[in-house]
C-alpha cells in the first residue's frame, strides 16, 4: 500500500482543516488506519485510528471532539477532520495502514505496516 497524506497548512488557532490520505496499491477496506503526529523534538504520537471494518473510531484524549477520522472506500482514502486548532496542535501529521490490526494495536505506531510522508500543520496562536 502507498499512501500519500495532504491538506496540511498554515492556519490560526480556532480554525479547521481537513488532512486526506490517498492510497493506491490496493483496497482499503478491510484494513485498519490511523492518523499519527510528531511535533519537533518529540516523539510521534497517536493521534485518530480507524479498524479494519470501518465500525469503530479511537480518538486520543488530546483530540478528541475536534477531530473525526472517516474513510471513503470508494476513493480509497481516509480523512482526518480537524476542527478548533490548537498551536499544541502543530506537527507532521503522518496517516498509517495495516491490515491485519486488531483493535487493542491501533493506537500504537509500531504496529502499522504502511506510512505516507506526513504533511506539516502549523495552528498560530
Known amino acids: 500500500v502507498q499512501l500519500q497524506a495532504s491538506g496540511g497548512g498554515v492556519v490560526q488557532a480556532g480554525e479547521s482543516l481537513r488532512l486526506s490520505c490517498a492510497a493506491s496499491?490496493?483496497?482499503?477496506?478491510?484494513?485498519?488506519l490511523g492518523w499519527f503526529r510528531q511535533a519537533p523534538g518529540k516523539e510521534r504520537e497517536f493521534v485518530a485510528a480507524s479498524s479494519r471494518t470501518g465500525g469503530g473510531t479511537y480518538y486520543s484524549d488530546s483530540v478528541k471532539g475536534r477531530f473525526t477520522i472517516s474513510r471513503d472506500n470508494a476513493k480509497n482514502t481516509v480523512y482526518l477532520q480537524m476542527n478548533s486548532l490548537k498551536p499544541e496542535d502543530t506537527a507532521v501529521y503522518y496517516c498509517?495502514?495495516?491490515?491485519?490490526?486488531?483493535?487493542?494495536?491501533?493506537?500504537?505506531?509500531?504496529?502499522?505496516?504502511?506510512w505516507g510522508p506526513g504533511t506539516q500543520v502549523t495552528v498560530s496562536s
Open positions: 496499491g490496493r483496497t482499503l477496506r478491510g484494513v485498519a
Open positions: 498509517a495502514a495495516d491490515a491485519h490490526l486488531i483493535t487493542s494495536s491501533l493506537t500504537n505506531a509500531i504496529a502499522y505496516d504502511y
